[in-house]
């Protein structure tokens, strides 16, 4: 009985550890795409604008108890200035997520926005 139990309970740890490598294994493996390369990009704020009355303007489009108001690309700018349009998409400590009470943005979308601020905010 000793030597049944014993071989029971070492099949439950061997099938463990063996779920747990392969866990580990599928993890280790993601694929991590590469940043968009703004330097090629040409973002303008046209480019973006879709992305931001798709997700924002919905709460942000008006002047709202927060303050935030994206209708123009002016307003988008402002956010930008300050680091709260990236810091929320990007959903980075310190920052509320944002779209609130929806999924992340696509990276692509994150991407084109990101390039967008680094590119200068042109219109």
């Known amino acids: 009985m000793k030597k049944l139990f014993l071989a029971a309970f070492t099949s439950v740890i061997v099938i463990s550890a063996c779920k747990t490598s392969?866990?580990?294994?599928?993890?280790?493996?993601?694929?991590?795409?590469?940043p968009m390369d703004c330097s090629t990009s040409g973002v303008n704020y046209e480019a973006i604008r879709s992305i931001?009355?798709?997700?924002?303007?919905?709460?942000h489009g008006y002047e709202g108890a927060d303050g935030l108001n994206f209708l123009t690309s002016a307003d988008v700018k402002k956010a930008a200035l300050k680091g709260e349009l990236l810091g929320t998409i990007k959903h980075q400590r310190g920052f509320p997520r944002m779209p609130a009470k929806a999924e992340q943005l696509d990276q692509a979308?994150?991407?084109?926005?990101?390039?967008?601020i680094n590119n200068g905010m042109k219109d």
């Open 109 to 116: 979308d994150i991407d084109k926005i990101e390039c967008w």
């Open 52 to 59: 931001i009355e798709k997700n924002c303007t919905s709460c």
């Open 22 to 34: 392969k866990e580990t294994a599928k993890t280790e493996t993601a694929v991590v795409k590469p």
